[in-house]
């Protein structure tokens, strides 16, 4: 894939606001792209396969990464994650900045194959209220809370790995700081 520069990586624990934040750049970049990713995850309530995720079972997921059509892929709290490599590569070479919003460990593999790709990592205020929002969002069982929670420490221990580690406290603040982080 050429014009790697062109990929923007946004990472950091669940619950932190990632998907919030995307939101509000999309609003107010039209140039940007936001990749679908496939999950073997469950929907949640209102979620739509092929806008959310593409919703598939184990055995398709496993096809496929033994097919290598995915960019990067990771298990993440007993689900597996990952970026269809065809859509990416074909709204690169449209001229599009190519958006992910993944978890960590995809996240490295990534900046590894495109080392010219910008990786920004949301960081939460602070641990509580990670938590907090986890559980206000209503969207997960206390087992997931759980296995999110404990990933959490994890995933902010590798926060100094990637370009750009912001706290993400206010929704619009960060966006902005991000859309600028795009334009330098
Ligand atoms: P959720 O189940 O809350 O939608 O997502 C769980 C985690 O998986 C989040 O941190 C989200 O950013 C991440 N994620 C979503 N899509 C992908 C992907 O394609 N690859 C990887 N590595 N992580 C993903």
Redesign the pocket.
Known sequence: MKNSNKLIILTGP?GVG?GTVVKEILDKEKNIWLSI?A?T?RPREGEKDGENYYFLDKKKFKEMIEQNLFL???Q??GNY???PLSSVNEKIKKGFTVLL???V??AKQIKEKFPNSLSIFLLPPDKAELERRIRNRGTENEESIKKRLSRANYEISASNQFDFALTNQNVNETAMRIIKLMQT
Do not use: L, M, P
């Open positions: 669940s990632k990713s999950t995850r990067e892929w990771a993440f709290a994650y990952g970026t919003e993944i978890e460990e995809g």
